[in-house]
């Protein structure tokens, strides 16, 4: 297990409603990214959070948007969901900023997903 | 635009043999390669790196080849057990040291079954 927590695990929504979805990161992480995952796909990035602020966006409207709190846990939310916004939703968690420089690896750890249908 | 594809959506292999999984990128600007295994209800898991200015690197079972010259790299699992059935994923991302907006872009994912 990675330590990456995300809530809830499945999730029912109807087409024009908002979603709220959690991830807590791995303990000394400052960093959170959020994938969606559609089905049969690899992953889409649709943005990070760096130390509370957003830090690099995906090709992603401005519906979804997303908060991180001072404890690096994360949020992302999707307003006026639409079909294809069915999709399992990943966080990873990551140390970013100076500490990571002489990593070899940023590695990502990532949680075990949301899986949202819209309906 | 980045793309990440892969040749084959899925793949059987017999317990004890050897498999490969391939993929192919179109950026040319690509340079930091990660190869990704998720198993089902579980998000994807690092498994091995490469840079552009590497040709092979290997690891516990597994080794990853690139050829930059024609933009596939691959993935080559030795004597496959059961707990290898999962999907793989090749994606791509800055290489380090760098820290800031480090999105992975995935590719479609290859299905590995274990034949026991």
């Known amino acids: 297990e990675t330590g990456v927590t995300q809530s809830p695990t499945h999730l029912i929504k109807t087409r024009g409603q908002q979603v709220t979805l959690r991830c807590s990161s791995q303990s000394g992480h400052n960093t959170v990214s959020w994938y969606q995952q559609a089905l049969g796909q690899g992953p889409q990035f649709i943005f990070q959070?760096?130390?509370?602020?957003?830090?690099g966006r995906g090709n992603f409207p401005p519906r979804f948007s997303g908060l991180q709190f001072p404890n690096y846990s994360s949020e992302l939310n999707v307003n006026a969901l639409e079909l294809d916004d069915s999709a399992l939703y990943l966080c990873?968690?990551?140390?970013?900023?100076?500490?990571?420089?002489?990593?070899?690896?940023?590695?990502?750890?990532f949680g075990p997903g949301t899986r949202l249908t819209v309906l | 635009g980045e793309s990440v594809g892969l040749h084959l959506p899925t793949l059987s292999v017999q317990e004890g043999d050897n498999s490969i999984i391939n993929c192919a990128y179109s950026?040319?600007?690509?340079?930091?390669f990660i190869w990704y295994k998720q198993e089902s209800g579980k998000g994807p898991q690092f498994i091995i790196d490469?840079?552009?200015?590497?040709d092979k690197r290997q690891g516990q079972r597994v080794t990853v080849l690139l050829n930059k010259t024609v933009k596939h790299l691959s993935l080559q699992i030795a004597a496959t057990q059961p707990g290898d059935s999962a999907v793989y994923f090749c994606?791509?991302?800055?290489?380090?040291?760098?820290?800031?907006?480090?999105?992975?872009?995935f590719g479609t994912g290859t299905r590995l079954t274990i034949i026991p």
């Open positions: 959070y760096y130390r509370e602020e957003e830090n």
């Open positions: 990873a968690s990551s140390l970013g900023g100076l500490a990571a420089v002489h990593r070899s690896y940023n590695e990502q750890f």
């Open positions: 490469i840079r552009s200015n590497m």
């Open positions: 994606a791509e991302t800055r290489p380090p040291p760098y820290f800031g907006n480090e999105k992975l872009t």
């Open positions: 950026n040319s600007a690509s340079d930091y």
